[in-house]
């Protein structure tokens, strides 16, 4: 039995369902009591999430059709949010993928740098067939 402050949800990789994540990580939100700048938190867990998906939707699966499932749990002590995302999709190397070059633009790679600016922790693990990605951010 899963605890009762968990959104669990399995979604098809398409773009069109990013709006619906946020969604959702904001209605896990809703159920925090007031904090101090917890508008803040959520925009930025909210693109870090997006970003991760927007990233299995293209990388992972490219133009194969795919799914992923969510988890969105508020854990109390300490206080945080965590999203645990799994897929099926193309896995790769978290470690190889170099940062982005702030001194030259550039036109796309910002994604999980971003990420990782926002959370505490950006985790990622492969095996065959199986991938999944652990976000989380105290409050």
Same mark, same amino acid.
């Given at each position: 039995?899963?605890?009762?402050?968990?959104?669990?949800?399995?979604?098809?990789?398409?773009?069109?369902?990013?709006?619906?994540?946020?969604?959702?990580?904001?209605?896990?939100?809703?159920?925090?009591?007031?904090?101090?700048?917890?508008?803040?938190? $959520? !925009?930025?867990?909210?693109? #870090?999430?997006?970003?991760?998906?927007?990233?299995?939707?293209?990388? %992972?699966? +490219?133009?194969?059709?795919?799914?992923?499932?969510?988890?969105?749990?508020?854990?109390?002590?300490?206080?945080?949010?965590?999203?645990?995302?799994?897929?099926?999709?193309?896995?790769?190397?978290?470690?190889?993928?170099?940062?982005?070059?702030?001194?030259?633009?550039?036109?796309? $790679? !910002?994604?999980?740098?971003? #990420?990782?600016?926002?959370?505490?922790?950006?985790?990622?693990?492969? %095996?065959? +067939?199986?991938?999944?990605?652990?976000?989380?951010?105290?409050?």
């Amino acid at each position: 039995m899963r605890p009762p402050d968990t959104i669990q949800i399995q979604l098809a990789a398409k773009y069109e369902n990013l709006a619906l994540i946020r969604t959702l990580i904001a209605a896990a939100l809703e159920k925090v009591e007031p904090a101090p700048d917890l508008n803040d938190l $959520g !925009y930025n867990v909210q693109l #870090a999430t997006h970003e991760v998906c927007l990233n299995i939707i293209q990388h %992972a699966y +490219g133009h194969e059709n795919g799914c992923f499932n969510i988890e969105i749990e508020l854990k109390s002590n300490p206080r945080a949010i965590e999203i645990n995302i799994y897929d099926t999709g193309q896995s790769f190397d978290l470690d190889a993928i170099p940062a982005p070059n702030l001194d030259e633009p550039q036109s796309h $790679g !910002y994604g999980l740098f971003i #990420a990782k600016q926002l959370l505490d922790t950006l985790e990622y693990h492969s %095996a065959p +067939g199986a991938n999944h990605w652990r976000l989380y951010k105290q409050f």
